[in-house]
């Protein structure tokens, strides 16, 4: 019986850790490519467009730094420019944890 409760707990516990979106692993996989690791809008992939994907390492951002404001932009995207929307393919935690990440490359948090 302990031992059942014991391996519920376990499961439990790490399959919360798994749930918590890696925003850094996010950033790497869909923003990186334009916005460049560190965010200063230099991505390999940064050449094959117009429009230069903005710093996000910079303290403000044309749209504004609140989370709101960031949230809006990934979800939504900026239409007539590269910058894609995201809300068909992260969910809300996954933009959270964006949002979230942002503020490292801004240097707002460690
Ligand atoms: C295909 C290239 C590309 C990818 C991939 C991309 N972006 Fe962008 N992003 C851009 C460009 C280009 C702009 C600037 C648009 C403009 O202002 O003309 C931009 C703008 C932004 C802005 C607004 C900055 C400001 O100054 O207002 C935010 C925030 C942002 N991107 C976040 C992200 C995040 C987070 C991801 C990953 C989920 C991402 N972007 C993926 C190209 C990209």
């Given at each position: 019986m302990l031992r059942t409760v014991f391996f519920t707990a376990l499961a439990l516990s790490t399959s919360l850790a798994w749930a918590a979106p890696d925003g850094k692993a996010l950033y790497t996989t869909?923003?990186?490519?334009?916005?460049g690791v560190k965010g200063?809008?230099?991505?390999?992939?940064?050449?094959?467009?117009d429009s230069k994907p903005s710093s996000?390492?910079?303290?403000?951002y044309k749209r504004g730094t609140t989370d709101k404001a960031v949230l809006k932009v990934i979800t939504?995207?900026?239409?007539?420019?590269?910058?894609?929307?995201?809300g068909d393919k992260l969910d809300e935690a996954q933009r959270g944890a964006l949002v979230d990440y942002l503020k490292v490359l801004r240097g707002e948090k460690p």
């Open positions: 869909w923003c990186a490519g334009c916005h200063l809008g230099d991505g390999p992939d940064a050449a094959y467009y996000l390492a910079a303290p403000t939504k995207g900026l239409p007539g420019t590269p910058m894609d929307a995201f």
